[in-house]
């Protein structure tokens, strides 16, 4: 199994940043793409961003592009969101995943979750 533990997410006001961190455990994490998604209240889970396995390559979703940048630290087991210009309508529940892809990330589909990480965006 791949131990997933998010941090980082906090109340931030619109406009600014906020840079989310995922840890993982060690010996697995570089045989794994990594993405993230969110979950706001009421509404399906959303793919965010992934990242291949060597971390050279990535792939988000419209609505994330230009604001939203993925990277990975394989020495450290960690993958990190980095988030700029915020918006109300960011406000949710954030979540890294580990996959087979970032093609298999991009339709959902995840072998392991983690817990998740609140991000509050005021208006």
């Known amino acids: 199994q791949v131990q997933l533990v998010e941090s980082g997410g906090r109340l931030v006001q619109a406009g600014g940043s906020l840079r989310l961190s995922c840890a993982a455990s060690?010996?697995?994490?570089?045989?794994?793409?990594m993405g993230w998604f969110r979950q706001a209240p009421g509404k399906e889970r959303e793919f965010l961003t992934a990242?291949?396995?060597?971390?050279?390559?990535?792939f988000n979703a419209d609505s994330v592009k230009g604001r939203f940048t993925i990277s990975r630290d394989n020495a450290k087991n960690t993958v990190y969101l980095q988030m700029n210009s915020l918006k109300p309508e960011d406000t949710a529940v954030y979540y890294c995943?580990?996959?087979?892809?970032?093609?298999?990330?991009?339709?959902?589909?995840?072998?392991?979750w983690g817990q998740g990480t609140q991000v509050t965006v005021s208006s």
């Open positions: 060690g010996r697995t994490f570089s045989n794994y793409a």
């Open positions: 990242i291949n396995r060597s971390g050279d390559g990535t």
């Open positions: 995943a580990a996959g087979s892809g970032t093609y298999y990330l991009a339709n959902i589909h995840a072998a392991y």
